[in-house]
């Protein structure tokens, strides 16, 4: 069973500019969430998305934000680039029940300059 | 809000002396606990899990766990480690009522290296 896969996995941006990262989750599972880890705060949950809707929210300002297609591939969005943007993103996915177990990806690894 | 206490940010060990890593959490009516393995570059990899039932868990390589609902810790455990152990540790808990294992809180991470 093919594992989460990321991309793209470095990605190098301007402040102010947008980008758009994406997920595949494993198949069959139906839970995406989305963390930003970063040296200075750590691991730290975005949100996540089951079944197209968005489920769970963290603390993170409007500027984050994702969505879920219909084969539970997931995007994440993030607007106006700052440099306290630069992190690695990790996606993980899950069957989605309040048991499950999250698998992560690699992580994309962000840097804006 | 849920919280995650890892008191250790590094901890050196000789290779086949035991280890232990401490993570303490807030309190909750009912949570699920991990620890997460993350080797560099890579993504985390669950190592353990506790949901319910006992309270020690163990991994297929040799960690466990214990979770202790009276002083809300779940401390990770190796009685030898090996040089192949090096790596960032993680201790994540979700609370069942808010999303369960799929809204981790993570600690700040545990650097643990293993030295000839």
């Known amino acids: 069973k093919a594992g989460v896969t990321q991309t793209p996995r470095y990605l190098i941006k301007t402040r102010g500019q947008q980008v758009t990262l994406s997920c595949s989750p494993i198949?069959?599972?139906?839970?995406v969430s989305w963390y930003q880890q970063t040296p200075g705060q750590g691991l730290q949950f975005l949100f996540e998305y089951f079944s197209e809707t968005q489920r769970n929210k963290g603390n993170f300002p409007g500027r984050f934000s994702g969505r879920q297609f219909s084969n539970s591939r997931s995007e994440m969005n993030v607007s106006t680039l700052e440099l306290g943007d630069s992190a690695l993103y990790l996606c993980?996915?899950?069957?989605?029940?309040?048991?499950?177990?999250?698998?992560f990806g690699p992580g994309t690894r962000l840097t804006v300059t | 809000a849920q919280s995650v206490t890892q008191l250790d940010s590094q901890v050196p060990v000789f290779e086949e002396a035991p280890v232990e890593l401490r993570c303490n959490y807030s309190?909750?009516?009912?949570?699920?606990l991990f620890w997460y393995v993350q080797y560099p570059n890579q993504g985390l990899q669950l190592l353990l899990k506790?949901?319910?039932?006992?309270?020690l868990v163990e991994s297929i390589n040799g960690f466990e766990a214990e979770f202790n609902k009276s002083q809300t810790s779940f401390h990770l455990r190796k009685p030898s480690v090996h040089i192949s152990d090096t790596a960032e540790y993680f201790c994540?808990?979700?609370?069942?009522?808010?999303?369960?294992?799929?809204?981790?809180?993570f600690g700040t991470g545990t650097q643990l290296k293993v030295e000839l």
């Open positions: 198949s069959g599972h139906r839970s």
């Open positions: 994540a808990v979700s609370d069942i009522l808010t999303g369960g294992g799929n809204k981790l809180t």
């Open positions: 506790y949901l319910s039932g006992s309270t």
């Open positions: 993980a996915s899950s069957t989605g029940q309040v048991e499950g177990e999250q698998y």
């Open positions: 309190s909750s009516v009912s949570v699920y």
